[in-house]
């Protein structure tokens, strides 16, 4: 173990020039070579032919040297830094409309939230029969109509309502259609 960090280390002191093969031999000994496959095959050192000598470098040197040396290196590391700069772009804007698409939703919700709740009330005191009691059909005709909002979304607004005000609201079961509450069709609705 010893000898691979000392082998490691007079490699890595060589910077991006390199250190010959033949050099570490004559340093290591001939049982270098085995050692040296070992790192190579961990991708710790790089070795590459140059001329008729055999040049050894460490992981990070090596990329320097590359950077340094070789112009079709350079230019393709200067393309993947520019395509990774856009792809970092692209996901802070995502992320920037993401967010803004969040807080418009919210704030649509909250305005329409506070529109169906009058809707709502107006509807209920004009359908409401004697002891108080509307079908929730005939709210959501009278209001999806005036207010174009789809079955499913006056739904929606009337359980999100009927929830959060449960002390102004009662509801009752049966009839066709309605909220669903503890799965059950909740199809009356009055004000308390």
């Known amino acids: 173990m010893y000898v691979i960090e000392e082998i490691l280390q007079r490699i890595s002191s060589t910077g991006i020039d390199g250190i010959k093969k033949v050099e570490l031999k004559k340093v290591f000994g001939k049982e270098c070579d085995d050692t040296l496959e070992k790192l190579r095959q961990e991708e710790k050192i ?63 919700n909250s305005s329409q939230n506070i529109d169906f709740e009058n809707i709502f009330d107006r509807c209920l005191r004009e359908t409401g029969t004697s002891i108080g009691w509307t079908p929730f059909s005939k709210v959501r005709e009278k209001v999806c109509e005036t207010h174009s909002l789809s079955k499913e979304r006056f739904y929606s607004l009337a359980s999100d309502l009927v929830e959060r005000h449960r002390e102004r609201y009662e509801v009752s079961s049966g009839g066709r259609e309605g909220i669903v509450i503890r799965g059950m069709v909740h199809g009356f609705v009055r004000n308390v």
């Open 46 to 108: 790089f070795i590459e032919k140059k001329g008729v000598a055999y040049f050894v470098w460490t992981r990070e040197n090596y990329i320097l040297h590359l950077t340094e040396n070789d112009p079709k290196f350079k230019l393709m590391l200067s393309m993947v830094i520019g395509v990774s700069h856009s792809v970092a772009r692209l996901k802070e804007h995502t992320q920037n409309l993401r967010e803004d698409m969040e807080r418009i939703s919210l704030q649509e």
